[in-house]
């Protein structure tokens, strides 16, 4: 039999249809195409006779047959919707220093180091290894600014057969002069690069998609967001991604080069950053009445207690 042909579990599964649901669905067999990932037959409460008659129905043999042992269980595969590829090798470092601190001494030094296509594609296939073995099947990864580095990331991840967005970090200012792009035009050219071998690699977008990721305000000058505006605006299936008040220290910095804006809201919605297909990192300092402008504009915030520490 071909590997090629359909491979199936059979056994218990526990999942949460709803918010604030659980189900635990003994007996279950599930099919899986190999060709996409995608589950093509599901049915709890099978009789084990019953269960080998419908494998054998499906073409699947026992030699492509999973069937869980007692204790064992599958669950989804767990998404992650806010991710720095390149910060794989700086876990854990620099807890406790602020923001901007944080980014100058510890995350733009690493970050640099993608420049080099070899050391990209060494730590990325970690990267996509490693979330695979956690049990991360999806993911919103925010790439460096280096556009050939992007392009690895996603040709990884499409080898590996993990599902993500992709996006190579837009900055242009106020970063150091070894980690920033020359100008607009440059970190336009290379987004626009990226998002086209992406859709070449992948042109269902079955497993990849781009996302537009400037990394926060602070990094984009005016005519840069402006840009990243119009590309959202010309391409409204890709989604966006962008950090959003993430400390108080981001906050103030971000306002004052803005100081025609009161309020993050205002200033990316001005942009054309925030829509029903933007994913906004952390926001952990929000008013009230910035909650439910997100709300009423349908973004998705990517909260997560470790990520915010």
């Given at each position: 039999m071909s590997t090629d042909s359909p491979f199936a579990f059979y056994g218990t599964v526990i999942h949460s249809p709803t918010?604030?649901?659980?189900?635990?669905?003994?007996?279950?067999?599930?099919?899986?195409?190999?060709?996409?990932?995608?589950?093509?037959?599901?049915?709890?409460?099978?009789?084990?006779?019953?269960?080998?008659?419908?494998?054998?129905?499906?073409?699947?043999?026992?030699?492509?047959?999973?069937?869980?042992?007692?204790?064992?269980?599958?669950?989804?595969?767990?998404?992650?919707?806010?991710?720095?590829?390149?910060?794989?090798?700086?876990?854990?470092?620099?807890?406790?220093?602020?923001?901007?601190?944080?980014?100058?001494?510890?995350?733009?030094?690493?970050?640099?180091?993608?420049?080099?296509?070899?050391?990209?594609?060494?730590?990325?296939?970690?990267?996509?290894?490693?979330?695979?073995?956690?049990?991360?099947?999806?993911?919103?990864?925010?790439?460096?600014?280096?556009?050939?580095?992007?392009?690895?990331?996603?040709?990884?991840?499409?080898?590996?057969?993990?599902?993500?967005?992709?996006?190579?970090?837009?900055?242009?200012?106020?970063?150091?002069?070894?980690?920033c792009e020359a100008s607009v035009e440059e970190s336009l050219d290379e987004t626009e690069q990226c998002i086209k071998h992406i859709q070449n690699i992948d042109p269902s977008n079955i497993y990849l998609k781009y996302v537009i990721t400037p990394r926060f305000a602070i990094s984009c000058e005016p005519k840069l967001l402006d840009g990243l505006g119009a590309i959202a605006k010309h391409r409204p299936d890709l989604p966006i991604q962008t950090h959003f008040n993430e400390a108080e220290q981001e906050v103030k910095a971000t306002l004052s080069l803005f100081p025609s804006f009161t309020n993050e809201v205002d200033l990316y919605s001005h942009y054309s950053i925030l829509t029903p297909r933007t994913i906004l990192a952390h926001c952990t300092i929000m008013t009230d009445t910035e909650t439910e402008a997100l709300a009423s504009l349908d973004c998705a915030i990517a909260h997560c207690p470790t990520a915010n520490m």
């Open positions: 918010l604030g649901s659980l189900e635990v669905l003994e007996k279950t067999i599930i099919a899986v195409s190999p060709s996409n990932g995608q589950i093509i037959h599901f049915k709890p409460n099978v009789a084990e006779d019953v269960a080998d008659q419908i494998l054998s129905s499906l073409d699947i043999p026992s030699s492509r047959t999973r069937r869980l042992l007692h204790g064992q269980f599958l669950i989804p595969g767990f998404i992650d919707t806010h991710n720095h590829a390149p910060q794989w090798m700086q876990r854990g470092l620099g807890q406790g220093m602020h923001i901007l601190d944080w980014l100058s001494g510890v995350t733009f030094p690493n970050e640099a180091r993608f420049r080099d296509p070899e050391y990209a594609r060494h730590v990325y296939t970690k990267l996509v290894t490693g979330m695979l073995r956690q049990g991360v099947t999806a993911a919103s990864y925010y790439g460096s600014l280096h556009g050939p580095a992007t392009r690895i990331l996603a040709d990884i991840i499409l080898e590996q057969g993990q599902r993500a967005f992709v996006g190579k970090c837009n900055m242009n200012r106020n970063s150091p002069d070894y980690y």
